[in-house]
């Protein structure tokens, strides 16, 4: 059984840059959820992905998009990225959106100059 | 008034001994509780879960859940240096979100 995984690792922009972080859920997982974590705080729940659907949405602007695929794998997208969007990118994946358990991934460390 | 409170911290124990860390939430309509553990530069790992009120115990860990009081607990048994890192809480509502707090750093000292 595969862990989730996350890519890049590390990643350094710009602002007002665009960039893309992608997730693959555990095996037999058909739910992702993405979160944003700063220095010194918890995580922040941005949104979470269902059977490719979007399935709730955290209190971020819509600047911040994702996507899920058939095989269950997501990406984020963020928009002209601002000083502020700097954190640790987290993906959790899930059985199931009915509130159990998530497993995050190693997270990508983003960096905006 | 803040979702989820945990206390900051720092948390220092000797090693061996029982560390004691807790949790308040606000939403009374929360169904699910998580402890994660989250060392420095790390993602969270998911250490324990409770759904219903009472205990429940894996190894050297326990989860003790209130619902009436809105309270979470987690105890670590014969707490070892390696235990150190920061504990996080979150909450499941009948949403599909999980809401954490701030988490609480823990140091275990040899």
């Known amino acids: 059984e595969t862990g989730v995984t996350q890519s890049p690792t590390h990643l350094i922009k710009t602002r007002g840059q665009q960039v893309t972080l992608r997730c693959s859920s555990q095996?037999?997982?058909?739910?992702v959820s993405w979160y944003q974590q700063a220095l010194g705080q918890g995580p922040q729940f941005i949104f979470q992905?269902?059977?490719?659907?979007?399935?709730g949405r955290g209190n971020f602007p819509p600047r911040f998009s994702g996507l899920q695929f058939p095989n269950y794998s997501s990406e984020l997208n963020v928009n002209a990225l601002e000083l502020d969007d700097s954190a640790l990118y987290l993906c959790?994946?899930?059985?199931?959106?009915?509130?159990?358990?998530?497993?995050f991934g190693p997270g990508t460390r983003l960096t905006v100059l | 008034q803040k979702e989820v409170e945990q206390n900051s911290g720092p948390l220092s124990v000797p090693e061996g001994a029982i560390a004691s860390l807790n949790c308040t939430y606000s939403?009374?309509?929360?169904?699910?509780f998580f402890w994660y553990r989250q060392y420095s530069g790390k993602s969270p790992e998911l250490i324990m879960s409770i759904y219903s009120n009472g205990d429940k115990e894996d190894g050297r860990f326990t989860a003790q859940l209130n619902k009436a009081s809105q309270y979470v607990s987690l105890l670590i048994r014969d707490s070892q240096p390696s235990d150190s890192a920061t504990y996080l809480c979150?909450?499941?509502?009948?949403?599909?979100?999980?809401?954490f707090g701030k988490g609480t750093l823990l140091t275990v000292n040899p």
């Open positions: 095996s037999g997982h058909n739910t």
């Open positions: 959790a994946s899930s059985m199931d959106s009915l509130g159990n358990e998530q497993f």
């Open positions: 979150a909450v499941g509502g009948s949403n599909y979100k999980l809401t």
């Open positions: 992905y269902y059977r490719e659907e979007e399935n």
């Open positions: 939403d009374r309509g929360s169904q699910s």
